[in-house]
């Protein structure tokens, strides 16, 4: 199979922006991919584009990856909307590299776009709801909050971890986001104002949830040979694995773990030939606070139960020995669904490179980093893993 190279990724600000259509997200995301190839950058040369997508924010316009190929002036190539619920990005990636590795494109778009903030927040609710069970937990009147609020009981049960502890992981993320341009919320909080936030799902508040956010993503992929034409420091894809779960938390055998994500990183370590130990820093899935936790275990970052000592003892922090969600995280740089797979990918193609705009949030010298993209409440799940 053929090496596959990341040579390009761009993002729109996130965020609400009542003023543009989703197209126009696209577009942003897509000029600043193209203004970030080194040289030689041709629409020309992309043969397919696989966009990550839920249904625009609750519309559920169809043929969407062709009206917003086409806006970005790629009309007449292989188009295709990925539909994985919040993994749909991380999916696109995945899909892009299938094809690129399987020699059927040489350059291939991959990319996400989400318009959030144009539904009511009872509808959001509603419509974000269809990504998980929708026969059991739907009917009992679950939401994602809700459904999250389990897993972090059940974790606080069992292994003791401290409300202090989701809210640290508010407080670091917030904290990188204040440094993010291109984040929703960039602003910095306390652990005291993160503890004492409005309830949303008990144990979680206001600030252990992600908002609803508009915003968009895009990645040029690239064979090693046509990366040669575009720069001198592509950065490899050099692992991805995915993995399906059952949808309802009741079905599966654990609450503590998202099996999904242990198999994905298990393939995508595999294909890598690298392990947890070889990550420097991550972009992981922090659509609850609980999330990131189950993350650092589920990811190998630490071992189960450990998640709350484990950010206590400040590892993911930038400065600490494997920083993670430099960017914000979904917490705070936001999470505009179909956008936060190949939006994880842009901040990894500008750490890795050393390119970041502000200095705080760069992380010096990394050479590998992961992407882990949740769907729903674990249904679907994509780890990549990125080399210099
Ligand atoms: C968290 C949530 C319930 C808040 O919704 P809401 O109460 O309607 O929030 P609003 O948009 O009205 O914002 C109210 C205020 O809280 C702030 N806010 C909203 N979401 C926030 C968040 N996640 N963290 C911190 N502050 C937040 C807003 O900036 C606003 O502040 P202001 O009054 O100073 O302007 C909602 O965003 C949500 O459901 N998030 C989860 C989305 C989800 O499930 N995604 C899929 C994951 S699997």
Redesign the pocket.
């Known amino acids: 199979m053929r090496k596959v190279a990341i040579v390009g990724a761009g993002q729109s600000r996130y965020g609400e922006f009542p003023d543009k259509s989703i197209k126009e997200l696209f577009f942003e995301a897509y000029r600043d991919m193209a203004s970030s190839v080194d040289r030689n950058f041709d629409p020309k040369r992309i043969g397919a584009a696989y966009v990550g997508n839920l249904g625009c924010g609750g519309f559920q316009l169809g043929n969407l990856s062709a009206l917003v190929s086409e806006f970005v002036g790629l009309p007449y190539i292989h188009t295709m909307r990925i539909e994985n619920?919040?993994a749909s990005g991380g999916y696109a990636l995945a899909t892009a590299a299938m094809d690129v590795m399987a020699g059927v494109h040489d350059v291939v778009l991959a990319g996400g776009v989400e318009k959030m903030t144009d539904v009511s927040?009872s509808k959001?609710?509603y419509w974000?709801g269809v990504?998980g069970d929708t026969e059991y937990e739907r009917l009992a009147g679950t939401?994602?909050?809700g459904l999250?609020a389990l897993l972090a009981q059940r974790h606080m049960h069992e292994f003791g971890t401290k409300r202090e502890h989701l809210s640290m992981v508010a407080v670091k993320n917030h904290k990188n986001g204040a440094l993010n341009p291109k984040a929703q919320?960039q602003r910095e909080t306390t652990l005291e104002k993160a503890m004492a936030?409005p309830m949303?799902a008990a144990p979680l508040n206001?600030?252990d949830?992600?908002?609803?956010t508009d915003g968009a993503s895009a990645v040029l992929v690239c064979s090693a040979e046509a990366a040669k034409s575009f720069t001198d420091t592509p950065i490899w894809i050099e692992g991805f694995g995915t993995s399906s779960d059952y949808l309802a938390i009741h079905d599966r055998a654990e609450t503590v773990a998202l099996e999904g994500t242990r198999r994905a990183a298990d393939r995508a370590y595999k294909m890598a030939s690298k392990g947890p130990q070889d990550i420097e820093l991550a972009e992981v899935h922090d659509?609850?606070t609980i999330a990131e936790l189950l993350a650092y275990e589920d990811l190998g970052f630490c071992k189960k139960g450990e998640a709350g000592r484990y950010i206590e003892e400040g590892h993911p922090e930038i400065g600490g020995d494997r920083p993670v969600n430099a960017s914000g995280g979904l917490?705070a740089k936001g999470?505009p669904?179909g956008s936060t797979g190949t939006g994880q990918a842009y901040e990894m193609f500008h750490q890795l490179r050393g390119s970041v705009e502000k200095p705080g949030r760069q992380v010096k010298d990394a050479e590998v980093g992961l992407l882990h993209n949740v769907g729903?409440?674990g249904g679907t799940v994509a780890v990549t893993i990125l080399g210099r």
């Open positions: 619920a919040c927040g959001g609710k974000l990504s939401t994602f909050s999250y919320f936030a949303v206001l600030f949830c992600c908002s609803t659509c609850f917490k999470h669904i729903g409440s």
